[in-house]
């Protein structure tokens, strides 16, 4: 693997999942003005558009001819369709303390996957690092804990979530080598637009409409799917998607634990909260641990 291949990797993945540490502000504002499952369906449904536009004018090409494509269409169903569903009624039955910590155990999950079927093994220390940024998020989730009650249907729906991201991180790995990033981006905006679409009509019925148009005519609620739909969706799933073609998905997938760090970053200077001098540097050891996975790889 070159370096240049190395750190465009490595770079794509950390801009990707800075990208999705921010978008948690706007999906709190989003919240505050409609039901989740219109918000899902209006922003897959605004990226697949977009998408479409950027390759209508020839930004990008597709090329799905001849392909085989089963393994594709699963990734798509695995991430963003499945995994934001058992995400969204996961979070609603967890604590913050143990929902965090269930959602940093992706980077554990893939590293297995990653050995079985990619035959991509970790070193000793990329393993002790993924180890080190799980006990920051696993402390810091404890400090900021809601004092929820833990379901254990949740929990169930929680690993569910965490075992589609992994999967979706070894498929988007494993196809990449006849589908571009923009090709494996396409199908799941399109696999989000359709699946979203169609379960927020099936749980909200005669809801959904007067929801869908009440929410499309409020300032705070576009400008909120703006951000999740074109940075939040197109731009970080393609760089996502690009990182996963350069570099080892035990790689790209540590930088999701950085979005604890981004997230606490983000709620201290754009939402003024207080944060403990002890989460800042639980931060830093979070941080520290992708760090290492990233540094400690094995030399092809």
């Not at 004092?147 to 979530?161: D, Q, V, Y």
């Not at 169609?198 to 929801?211: G, H």
């Not at 499309?216 to 970080?236: E, K, M, R, T, W």
Request: proline share 2%; with cysteine.
């Amino acid at each position: 693997m070159s370096d240049k291949k190395q750190f465009l990797g490595v770079l794509a993945a950390l801009t990707a999942n800075i990208i999705f540490g921010f978008s948690f502000i706007f999906s709190k504002t989003a919240l505050a003005v409609s039901h989740p499952l219109i918000i899902l369906s209006v922003r897959f449904t605004f990226a697949f558009i977009f998408l479409n536009i950027l390759c209508f004018v020839g930004k990008f090409k597709l090329n799905f001819k001849g392909k085989p494509k089963a393994k594709l269409i699963l990734m798509a169903f695995a991430q963003p369709l499945l995994y934001f569903i058992l995400e969204l009624y996961g979070l609603s039955m967890v604590s913050s303390a143990l929902s965090g910590v269930i959602i940093a155990l992706v980077p554990v999950v893939v590293i297995i996957l990653a050995s079985i079927i990619l035959k991509e093994n970790a070193t000793k220390m990329q393993i002790l690092c993924t180890a080190v940024s799980i006990a920051g998020i696993g402390a810091v989730s404890i400090i900021s804990n809601d004092g929820s009650k833990n379901h254990f249907l949740g929990i169930i729906l929680l690993f569910g979530a965490v075992l589609c991201a992994s999967v979706f991180n070894i498929l988007s790995r494993s196809e990449s080598a006849k589908f571009s990033p923009i090709e494996r981006t396409y199908i799941m905006f399109l696999i989000g637009a359709i699946g979203f679409n169609f379960i927020a009509v099936l749980v909200l019925r005669q809801n959904y409409l007067p929801l869908l148009f009440s929410s499309l005519s409020d300032i705070s609620f576009l400008v909120s799917v703006i951000y999740l739909s074109l940075f939040s969706s197109v731009l970080a799933f393609l760089l996502y998607n690009f990182s996963t073609t350069q570099i080892s998905v035990v790689q790209s997938s540590s930088f999701s634990n950085i979005i604890t760090a981004v997230t606490v970053f983000a709620g201290v200077v754009i939402l003024k909260e207080k944060f403990s001098v002890a989460e800042y540097i639980l931060c830093g050891v979070i941080i520290l641990g992708v760090w290492g996975v990233n540094t400690f790889t094995v030399k092809k």
